[in-house]
């Protein structure tokens, strides 16, 4: 009788272990979808504009980012082009590369256009076109890259 006794106490500490265990599993999944929905309700983009002063990003709360004609720069070291895509990419999407200004590092630095957004956005190559019109129109002195205007199907002009 004393065999039946002590598998008893040991099915009764297993089921104990168990539902611990399952309750700090709970716990864990818990606090990992609180840790996620910290994160995504930080700054979400949720509108991109081009308009006469350059490509801007908005949130709930208002402008984010920035990047105006204005901050954008020639080739540093006299390069053929001052806008163009990078050609060093093979399967991903083709990026719109140019010069700006990084106060931090203090020097010139090569940035790539990104349409920003938590969401699909249907329109990113009219946007992307629409940037490099203003380019052309509001900083003539610029650059570009005649695979540029091929790519968005822009005229020269």
Same mark, same amino acid.
């Given at each position: ?28 999944? @818990? ?14 983009? =949720?509108? *991109? ?9 908005? *949130? ?24 163009? =895509? ?21 020097? @010139? ?49």
């Amino acid at each position: 009788m004393a065999w039946i006794t002590i598998t008893s106490n040991i099915q009764i500490e297993l089921k104990i272990l168990m539902v611990v265990l399952a309750i700090l599993v709970a716990a864990g999944f @818990i606090w990992l979808l609180i840790v996620k929905l910290k994160e995504k309700s930080g700054t979400k983009i =949720i509108r *991109t504009t081009v308009d006469r002063a350059g490509i801007h990003y908005y *949130t709930n709360q208002g402008l984010v980012k920035s990047i105006q004609y204005n901050q954008l720069m020639p080739h540093p070291e006299d390069g053929k082009y001052d806008v163009f =895509i990078n050609l060093d990419q093979t399967d991903t999407d083709m990026d719109l590369c140019f010069y700006i200004f990084d106060d931090a590092s203090d020097k @010139i630095v090569i940035k790539a256009l990104f349409i920003e957004a938590e969401s699909i956005i249907t329109n990113g190559n009219l946007l992307k076109k629409h940037f490099i019109k203003g380019i052309t129109f509001f900083r003539p002195d610029l650059k570009i890259s005649p695979g540029i205007f091929d790519l968005y199907k822009l005229d020269r002009d």
